[in-house]
């Protein structure tokens, strides 16, 4: 069943790639799209994992950023020029500094609209992450790390686990002042038990600690003193040359440099990360292998990204609906078929056997 | 195996060592169970075979531990990792990552395991410890058991010679500790495994260890014998050896089994005697405090107890049905509790109890059903006033301390509970002799913290007293203690509730045993009448001494004098 698996880095291609192509486009009618299309994979892919159900926090965050959005458009006013008024609020006098910022005022439709576009590629991006998130845990993302970065990778794995149990923690402290006659609901109540919370959590730490430790946590092989220095030379020259490739790309006169140096840096940092993986003796149980289907994956959201930056630079007017005159969108052919092609992991991927939740 | 050659450790800032003498050896394949009081330094002896003490935590080590021909002393924990596995006391902070299949993995990944080898060897483990069905699932979904398991699995797959166990049953269930040492037996009898381990539990491992080493008090040279030896001189000791004791039995017998073999005179003797009745003493309930802003209506609806009558109950059930999470916690349930009344909630880890106790004090919100505490709704009475009608201990103890010292707690609680100052500094002076003013909450023993919970709780004087496992990680001088206190309390006319999964406590302690199965009361009645009907929760001198119904050995001391 494992075997059959999708990797995880193409989970997370895959649904970083429908997120680039979300911002590419402000027609609601693809955007509408993208989001069935990742929700439809979610629905059939996903795995029983606690992460899994973490979806429908991602949709709760995008529609919080939806209406935030919305309201700073309906109360802050808009730069967008609009004839079509809905309502007017009644507009705060702000002193001559403040020039440039309104509050209330007219509301008209074109800014709404245009708000309401932006808002929705901002959560689309938030609803694919979620996707990723869902389909995929960070953790076993983070298993797929090269040797040397092993340990750092650990440290996260331990944090995110920590996270619930932290909650949980102020939960049953937030209860237990009940149980002493203090009220338990608001602020006070929660910075009362903040300090139990760390301490407890601290000495959770240091037993996490000492099981890690007495499990073989960081033991390390013997390395030779040349490999030793070579490695350390290859990451220090590698990030070295990666700072100052990306600086040779950003200014004007470094154009002709920036650029191999900037490869050069990555290929030495790349090289020493991989040396470096040699003074851990770890191996690894079962890891995601790249198959086929992992490919699929992975490379149905590229197509997907790719078609849409080239629509976007063939036929902007398409994927950007206009708000001045407000016309109402159109579904442009090609991009949308593009689009639908994101469907075929739940095509391709196999869909785990629903496991039994415990009752 | 294990070779300890006159170790004593001193921890940094103690001015005497916590473990002295210790000087002895364990071979191949040996079960060897580790026994004291709190406080003795069993945590210690065995963290310093794993290289924990003094590597991780500090301190100073003399003398000299090897393990597998290794030398702690320059062998770090990890550097042991391949012949030592530690699990200690709570298995969840045991875990690095969150399923159990890759638990099981961790630390061979670590070790640096050939993938094929892992592969196989999770696979045995999984079948080993039963596991097998639970592969793919989050380990925070896990029971206590399992968990339990899954932690003794994790270090088992890189193949230890030597398996470190600090308490592995306290927390759990009869029937899930049951499972955890059928596992250890196989561990020994079929792998040759060597095993150390701790447990205040005497009663559910006695009978499986080869030998015990006692830690008599603290900083003592430790003993060691075989265990009928041993436990004929402990002062810790299960309930079968006390009554072994009595009965003048030797050698000691360890097992239900044999002293049921050699009980037929003891049977004999005590036939035609009655066990002293455990009846509820009908008490007058301590005065309720008069609540002064509660809701009037509810007020009016309060039974008013008619001078000569039954005392009202002190708390009222009805019908009680909670649901959380998509999960129908309690479906059902009718409970009346008396004043004066000592109940035993008992059941497996998940059946309710927890869920029953929090919503007698108003944690819970019932979905169906009433609750009434002396007449109020607790989940809609504010804190204050339900403080002087219920109080609850919860199972960590920790958490209803913040303060910094003693006396601060102590004055915090007289003022939540409206008491006259100095009213629970008086408790804890008559719980906890000897502890001064200035002492962190921190730095006290389990048995002290949860004396000291408690001295909180009793402040606001309430009517009905709940504590959920009070007994767990206590032994069995502190547990004695916490039994005299309740009784006390119960002879005052306190109703009190312990959900336990302690058998010997209920059979001491409870006039009346509560049975619950998935959120459902299966059996209400007579203590005496509802453990001596179930295997597993009988306890050790109620099976030893069937058909008679006796529950304790101190009831057959009592009847015998």
Redesign the interface.
């Known amino acids: 069943m494992r075997e059959t698996t999708v990797h995880a880095g193409a989970w997370w291609l895959w649904a970083l790639a429908l997120g680039t192509a979300a911002t590419r486009t402000t027609n609601p009618l693809l955007l509408g799209l993208l989001l069935a299309v990742s929700g439809y994979v979610v629905v059939t892919c996903r795995s029983a994992t606690p992460t899994a159900r973490s979806y429908t926090a991602f949709l709760k965050l995008a529609l919080a950023v939806l209406v935030i959005r919305l309201v700073f458009a309906v109360v802050l006013g808009s730069p967008i020029p609009g004839t079509h008024v809905l309502v007017s609020l009644p507009e705060v006098p702000l002193p001559d500094w403040a020039q440039g910022i309104r509050l209330g005022g007219r509301v008209t439709a074109e800014a709404v609209v245009f708000a309401l576009y932006d808002g929705l590629k901002l959560a689309t991006l938030l609803i694919c992450v979620g996707a990723a998130n869902a389909l995929a845990a960070p953790t076993r993302l983070l298993k797929s790390l090269p040797g040397a970065l092993y340990e750092t990778g650990v440290a996260v794995v331990v944090a995110l686990t920590f996270a619930p149990h932290l909650i949980a923690d102020a939960r049953r402290l937030r209860a237990a002042r009940r149980l002493r006659g203090r009220p338990d609901r608001g602020v006070r109540g929660l910075l009362q038990v903040g300090l139990p919370v760390l301490e407890g959590a601290l000495e959770r730490s240091v037993a996490l600690a000492a099981a890690m430790d007495a499990r073989g946590y960081g033991r390390t092989a013997e390395v030779a003193p040349a490999v030793r220095r070579t490695t350390a030379a290859l990451t220090l020259g590698g990030l070295l040359g990666v700072c100052a490739g990306t600086y040779g790309l950003l200014t004007a006169e470094g154009g002709t440099y920036g650029l191999p140096v900037l490869l050069a840096g990555l290929a030495a940092a790349l090289a020493g990360l991989w040396l470096g993986g040699r003074r851990s003796p770890r191996t690894r149980y079962r890891p995601d292998a790249w198959n086929p289907r992992s490919c699929a994956v992975a490379g149905s959201g590229a197509v997907v990204a790719a078609l849409l930056v080239l629509a976007a630079a063939r036929d902007p007017e398409a994927l950007h609906p206009g708000v001045v005159p407000l016309v109402a969108p159109a579904l442009p052919l090609w991009p949308a078929a593009a689009v639908l092609l994101g469907l075929l992991p739940a095509l391709t991927a196999p869909t785990r056997p629903a496991r039994k939740e415990p009752s | 195996m294990i070779r300890f050659e006159d170790v004593s450790v001193t921890y940094d800032g103690a001015d005497r060592p916590t473990v002295r003498g210790v000087d002895f050896e364990v071979p191949e394949g040996e079960l060897v169970l580790l026994v004291g009081e709190s406080g003795v330094g069993k945590s210690t002896v065995l963290g310093a075979v ?3 003490v003094p ?3 500090g301190g100073t080590l003399r003398g000299r531990v090897t393990v597998a021909g290794r030398d702690t002393r320059t062998h ?7 012949v ?3 699990v ?1 006391q ?1 298995p969840l ?7 159990v ?2 638990e099981l ?11 094929d080898v ?2 196989r060897r ?1 696979e045995e483990t999984l079948d080993l410890l039963g596991l097998a069905g639970l592969r ?3 380990i ?3 029971s206590g058991g399992q968990q339990q398991r899954v932690a003794i699995g ?2 088992l797959t ?1 193949h230890p010679k030597v398996l470190v166990l600090d308490e592995p049953t306290s927390a759990l269930d009869p029937a899930a500790a049951e499972e955890v040492l059928a596992v250890l037996q196989r561990l020994v009898h079929d792998l040759g495994t060597t095993v150390l381990m701790a447990e205040h539990r005497l009663e559910r491992v006695v009978q499986y260890a080869d030998r015990v080493v006692l830690l008599p008090a603290p900083g003592a040279a430790p003993l060691l014998g075989t265990p009928a030896d041993v436990m004929a001189v402990s002062p810790v000791c299960p309930p079968v050896v006390d009554l072994g004791r009595l009965a003048g039995w030797s050698p000691l017998p360890l097992t239900v089994r044999d002293a049921r073999r050699r009980a037929a005179d003891l049977r004999e003797r005590l036939d035609g005697r009655e066990p002293v009745p455990t009846e509820a003493v009908p008490a007058t309930p301590p005065p309720l405090p008069v609540p002064r802003q509660a809701s009037r209506w509810r007020l009016r609806r309060q039974a008013v107890p008619e001078p000569g009558a039954e005392p009202a109950p002190v708390a009222e059930v009805r019908s009680l049905s909670v649901r959380r999470d998509g ?1 129908q916690a309690l479906l059902h349930v009718d409970l009346s509790l008396a004043p004066g009344e000592t109940i035993a909630l008992m059941g497996r880890n998940g059946a309710g109890k927890s869920t029953l106790l ?1 919503s007698l ?3 819970v919100e019932p979905s169906g059903g009433s609750v009434r505490v002396s007449g109020a709704v607790p989940h809609r009475t ?3 006033e ?3 009608r219920v ?2 201990v ?1 199972q ?1 103890p ?3 301390l ?1 303060a910094d010292t003693v006396a601060a707690e102590c004055a ?2 007289d003022q ?2 409206q008491a006259a100052p100095g009213t629970c500094r008086a408790l804890v002076s008559e719980l906890l002799p000897g502890v001064t003013d200035d002492t962190h909450p921190r730095d006290l023993s389990e048995g002290q913290r949860l004396a000291l919970a408690l001295a ?2 009793l402040a ?1 004087r309430p009517p009905l007293l709940l504590l959920d496992e009070p007994t767990r990680g206590l032994d069995y001088g502190a547990k004695a203690r916490l039994v005299a206190l309740l009784r006390e309390l119960a002879a005052e006319g306190h109703a009190i509730v312990l959900a336990t999964h302690d058998v010997e406590l209920a059979a001491e302690l409870a006039h009346r045993v509560v049975l619950l199965a998935e959120g459902e009361v299966i059996a209400d009645g007579p203590t005496a009448e509802v453990v001596v009907s179930s295997p597993s929760f009988a306890p050790q001198v109620t099976k030893i001494l069937a058909p008679q119904r006796w529950l304790t050995a101190t009831q057959v001391r009592e009847a015998l004098a």
């Open positions: 794993g290289g924990l590597h991780f935590t770090k924990p990890r550097e042991l990792a391949d030592v596995g530690t200690g709570d902070s045991h875990f690095v990552t969150d399923t299949e890759d993995a961790y630390g061979m990944e670590s070790l640096g395991l050939a993938p892992m592969r999770v793919g699932r989050s925070a979904t896990l994790s270090v890189p999960i929090g004090v108003g944690l504010p804190p204050r339900l403080v002087r109080g609850l919860p960590e920790r958490d209803l913040y915090a609680a939540d509970a909180v709780v606001a």
